[in-house]
């Protein structure tokens, strides 16, 4: 979608004051909920999102069970007061392809093989929305997952990148998004660097492909190290001891 | 890491409790537990609010359309409400479209923002017969731990006190708040073992043999009722909750007041 | 004033070389180094390092005693919830009672409670438990508090330390279940104030010091 808008300028300022490389401010809280197993809320930019998760437990009906590791449910939703147009209740088709590329992603951290017969279901609902939702979404999922105890081999991590008036950036914000010309959210197993998650649409070069996805994984990592921040935070209880 | 399967023991723990009159979390017979009402949390819809009572949580938003009126009230708004017991609330609700639980306690709330013409809906007439304003409130339950209806009902009322109609959206001139009237305010009492509690918590509704709920305005009047599950009251044990919803009702109402006042406005 | 924690560990965080320490459980090795599997305590003992799990489930271990809930009747056993990941199976051969076929509810019906004991799982890798000891029988009376199972030991504390000043201050009778959940009897006011130290237990099982604080909170009125 082409605009008069500048998105970036000369001096390589954003529309909100971001350099090229950097991340719109992130707050994260771990363990918000009461009935969850492990639970994640996440702010990121205008993004409101929460994560819950519940497991590893029977997986039922008897048919999805898997007889040598634990099926993992991921859902994605966006309530219907998080865009500026309402939307419809219930899950539509990006809604489901978001759910199910975030499903394979978080498959590939967790140790499934440890629960034969089980599930664990991740909800993930976009309660405010403003651009980078299943990178922002995927981010509290690893969090609500570590929070529940579930054992990874790493807590994984999403960030994205994108083109804006030629210019490869970081983490699009919401007239980024609508209008540049690239769009390529990242998921990452950060102690590895294994890709994870990888998607992209709009117009790159292979150099700016480049460019482009070596900003994510930086912007993850910066990410990866609010998340473990959060998680250790939640257990340093400050105390007073009698010297 | 079962949930609604409650253990006898549990249960008659629970009865031997309100034979002393007494509840499993010490509270008094006619004591909610801890309420929290915070407006304005969602930039994206015109109107949001998040109300906790004790782990009870509920978001609700609302979002406005422009859209054609109903045939047979040419000049009136439309207001629709919906509710979704999201499966992060409870590790007992599945995806899917609404069943009777949540379509139940979407037309309760609905109800008691309707009938008692909570909002002026003949306020809402764009260009008659043709265009009116639409008022969605979506109720999204977050955490289940007992009483869906107060949570919801007042998270409705809270996101509808602070609502901005977005005018300018549609290029009708400024934004305004949306016209509200004095909101009547809901309790919900659970019956078991000849007990009557108001506020149930998550084991008291899993044991309860009937519910009640009542909504009443700042004058003292009836607005709205809804009895659930499938005990029995005496008419007597109704006439004592409608004295208590009354009561705590004006309690409640003091809350509401105070953080749609306070946040009236604040948008984050 | 110090922070008192314990070693908190994260999932994926490098815990040392094989070459020096051997991995224990709540650890996975990769390329000769150990890392740390769940949000935990890190241990190191006899040269071994292990990760306990803050939070989790409960993994059954053959001979645990147990506090189940009936979830199923069955014509020659019951599904009981042991919270545990799975549910465990009781079978009629496993009772003190002679069950006929079909006559199971007579003696266990939907949400009773037992306390059980974890066999070990057999070639159907079921989890199976069983009621055949003096000690073990249904349960009645009393309240459940539940709690999280990898809490457990911080419960009994050191020699049954913790229990022990649980039940000196509140007069109840107490049974801990290895799977989190905690049998209580006594006076409704002593039940609320034991459920508040076990909350307390939870949130900060992970500090040092924390004996000192349930021991006031136990005094308070």
């Not at chain 1, 969090?143 to 699009?172: E, N």
């Not at chain 2, 006898?8 to 009865?15: E, F, G, P, V, W």
Request: some cysteine.
């Amino acid at each position: 979608m082409k605009s008069d808008i500048k998105l970036i300028d000369k001096e390589g300022k954003r529309l909100d004051g971001r350099k090229r490389d950097e991340l719109r401010p992130i707050k994260i809280e771990v363990g918000p909920l009461y009935r969850a197993d492990g639970s994640c809320y996440i702010e990121w930019g205008g993004n409101k999102i929460l994560a819950a998760v519940y497991g590893p437990r029977e997986a039922l009906p008897r048919h999805i069970q898997h007889p040598l590791r634990a099926v993992v449910n991921a859902r994605y939703n966006m309530a219907s007061f998080s865009v500026e147009d309402r939307k419809r209740p219930g899950p539509d088709r990006r809604s489901t392809e978001i759910s199910k590329v975030i499903s394979e992603a978080l498959e590939y951290v967790i140790l499934t093989e440890q629960f034969p017969r089980a599930m664990i279901d991740i909800n993930i609902e976009v309660l405010d929305a403003e651009a980078g939702t299943r990178c922002a979404g995927l981010t509290a999922a690893a969090v609500a997952l570590a929070d529940a105890g579930i054992p990874m081999r790493d807590i994984p991590v999403a960030c994205a990148a994108g083109k804006i008036d030629g210019q490869v950036v970081l983490d699009l914000g919401k007239e980024e998004d609508n209008f540049g010309e690239a769009d390529l959210p990242v998921a990452i197993a950060p102690r590895t660097d294994e890709i994870i998650l990888l998607q992209m649409d709009g117009h790159l070069t292979v150099k700016e492909f480049d460019e482009a996805i070596e900003l994510a994984i930086k912007g993850a990592h910066v990410v990866s190290e609010l998340q473990k921040k959060a998680l250790l935070a939640k257990y340093a209880v400050a105390k007073e001891v009698k010297q | 890491m079962n949930s609604t399967l409650i253990s006898s023991i549990k249960k008659d723990y629970l009865n031997k409790l309100a034979e002393q009159k007494k509840r499993i979390d010490g509270r008094a017979f006619d004591e909610y537990r801890k309420i929290s009402i915070e407006t304005n949390i969602v930039r994206k819809a015109e109107g949001s609010a998040r109300v906790k009572i004790g782990n009870t949580q509920v978001l609700a938003g609302v979002k406005m359309d422009v859209g054609e009126p109903y045939s047979d009230s040419p000049e009136s708004g439309v207001l629709t409400t919906s509710a979704e017991l999201i499966p992060m609330a409870s590790p007992d609700f599945e995806a899917g479209p609404p069943r009777e639980d949540a379509i139940e306690l979407a037309r309760v709330v609905d109800r008691g923002i309707r009938e008692s013409e909570v909002i002026d809906l003949d306020k809402l007439c764009i260009e008659p017969g043709e265009k009116v304003w639409i008022v969605f409130v979506d109720i999204h339950v977050l955490d289940y731990d007992g009483n869906l209806f107060d949570a919801s009902s007042l998270a409705a009322l809270a996101a509808l006190s602070t609502a901005m109609v977005p005018a300018e959206r549609f290029e009708m001139g400024k934004d305004y708040p949306l016209p509200i009237k004095e909101p009547p305010i809901s309790c919900t009492f659970v019956k078991f073992n000849k007990a009557i509690v108001v506020d149930p918590c998550l084991d008291e509704e899993t044991i309860a043999e009937a519910r009640l709920t009542v909504a009443t305005d700042e004058e003292g009047n009836i607005r709205a009722m809804q009895k659930g599950l499938s005990g029995s009251f005496t008419l007597d044990e109704v006439k004592k909750v409608i004295k208590a919803s009354i009561d705590n009702g004006a309690r409640i109402r003091k809350i509401l007041e105070d953080a749609v006042g306070r946040d009236h406005g604040k948008k984050n | 004033m110090k922070k008192e924690v314990r070693d908190v560990v994260l999932p994926s965080q490098l815990l040392g070389d094989t070459k020096k320490l051997k991995a224990g459980p709540g650890t996975f090795v990769e390329n000769n180094k150990i890392y740390a599997e769940t949000l935990g305590i890190r241990h190191i003992r006899d040269n071994t390092v292990s990760v306990s799990p803050l939070k989790g489930f409960y993994q059954p271990h053959a001979g645990d005693i147990v506090i189940g809930v009936v979830e199923e009747v069955g014509t020659s056993m019951w599904l009981v919830d042991i919270n545990a990941i799975y549910p465990a199976l009781l079978h009629v051969n496993e009772v003190p009672w002679h069950v006929e076929f079909g006559d199971t509810a007579r003696y266990l019906n939907y949400g009773d409670v037992v306390l059980a004991k974890m066999l070990p799982s057999g070639e159907s890798d079921r989890l199976q438990i069983t009621l055949k000891d003096r000690t073990l029988h249904k349960i009645n009376g009393g309240m459940i508090i539940e709690v999280e199972p990898t809490k457990i030991p911080r419960v009994i504390g050191k020699k049954g330390s913790m229990i022990a000043m649980l039940k000196k201050y509140t007069n109840c009778r107490i049974f801990v279940g290895k799977n989190g959940r905690i049998w209580v009897e006594g006076d409704p006011n002593a039940i609320l104030k034991i459920e508040k130290a076990i909350r307390l237990i939870e949130r900060e099982a992970h500090t040092y010091g924390l004996t000192d604080r349930i021991n006031a909170l136990l005094r308070e009125q």
